[in-house]
Nanobody, 119 residues
């Protein structure tokens, strides 16, 4: 059974930091691109950051220089380190596992973790 579970969200003041974790079990983690998306109230879900199987990264312009995505294939875990948080970063953050071989494997989403940036 496949499970993708996020953790690490919470309430933080502007300028603060949070580290999100995403544990994906039941899949061959090293065969998946991993990404973080977010969805704020009334807005569409948007890509925040992505990481390839070999560690190449991509960031949305809004988070470049503040957020860092990483992965530990030995722990089946992806991370999102978020620094210098702003109120506009408030959203539900979702982890996405995207298979390299889309003919053989399917994609998976986590349930999301709430991040609230407020004083």
């Amino acid at each position: 059974q496949v499970q993708v579970v996020e953790s690490g969200g919470g309430l933080v003041q502007p300028g603060g930091s949070l580290r999100l974790s995403c544990v994906a079990s039941g899949i061959t983690f090293s065969r998946y691109y991993m990404a973080w998306y977010r969805q704020a109230p009334g807005k569409q879900r948007e890509l925040v950051a992505a990481i390839t199987t070999f560690g190449g990264t991509h960031y949305a312009d809004a988070v470049k220089g503040r957020f860092t995505i990483s992965r530990d294939n030995g722990k089946n875990t992806a991370y999102l380190q978020m620094n210098r948080l702003r109120p506009r970063d408030t959203a539900v953050y979702y982890c996405h596992a995207d298979p390299v071989d889309k003919k053989k494997y399917t994609e998976y989403w986590g349930q999301g973790t709430q991040v609230t940036v407020s004083s």
